[in-house]
């Protein structure tokens, strides 16, 4: 366990890296006036892209989390690989996945960290929040108890990312509406809650909202790297984070 641990520890390291590299080419741009207002936000998830080049891409670190069995994985497959898979296969660790989006011509890379549940990996993989710039917490509509965990989950965020981090939460698996143990209420109560920026009701095996949840994200992070980088905040992060200045955008609820 040790061993495997070591292993998932330094293919973090290695990622952190790798995300560091990418980064230093959002300073080595032009820095120049962005006239935001001609923007329209429109953001496409695209295949990925050919003979793309790294330095010509913002990535933009997410973190997935949320208990064991929720979906985590299928929402990322599907998100990325339009995949799902009925046959469960608990995620070991970690696994990271990259979704490519275009928004107003410009290329962004989401490099997606999907965790996985189980409880003995937990104080494991609270290393790989940090650095991240949005968490997305799962919960799945027909299990009550990983709805109770939410609370937990956002704690543990906070203390080991960032207290300001942005978070989306979802109740997943909206299809199983016959043996839903959460309202679709209870989940939007959380809204009140300051750092979750918006909640939705997804089914990673139907594909409903799933796309457009990274899109919003691709969007909502791109925002506020030009705000930040007008403002000329990033060179002094190894890895662009929002903070609490900006934490809200106008709320959506999908239904
Ligand atoms: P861990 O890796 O253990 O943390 O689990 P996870 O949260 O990544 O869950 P995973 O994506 O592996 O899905 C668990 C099981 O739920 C699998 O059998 C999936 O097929 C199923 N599942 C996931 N999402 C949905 C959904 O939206 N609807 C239905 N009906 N089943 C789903």
Known sequence: MENKN?????????????????????????????NTENLLFEAKILNV??????KNVITFKIIIIGNSGVGKTSITNNAVKNVFFENYRSTIGM???SLFLKIDH????LQIWDTCGQEIY???????YRNSSLAIIVYSIEKKESFKDIDMWIKELKVNSSPDIKIILIGNKSDLADKREVSYEEGAKYLDEPEII??????????DNVRKIFEEVGVVLYKDYIKYKDQGSLKSSSTFRTNKSNKKVKKKTCC
């Open 6 to 34: 070591e292993s998932i520890i330094n293919k973090n390291n290695e990622k952190e890296e790798e995300i560091k590299k990418e980064e230093i080419n959002h300073d080595i741009e032009p820095k120049k006036e962005i």
């Open 122 to 128: 937990r104080s494991l993989i609270t290393n790989f």
């Open 106 to 109: 410009k290329l962004i890379k």
């Open 95 to 97: 696994e990271i996945f």
């Open 49 to 54: 892209p050919e003979n793309y080049e790294p």
């Open 198 to 207: 918006n909640f939705y009701e997804t089914s990673a095996k139907t594909g």
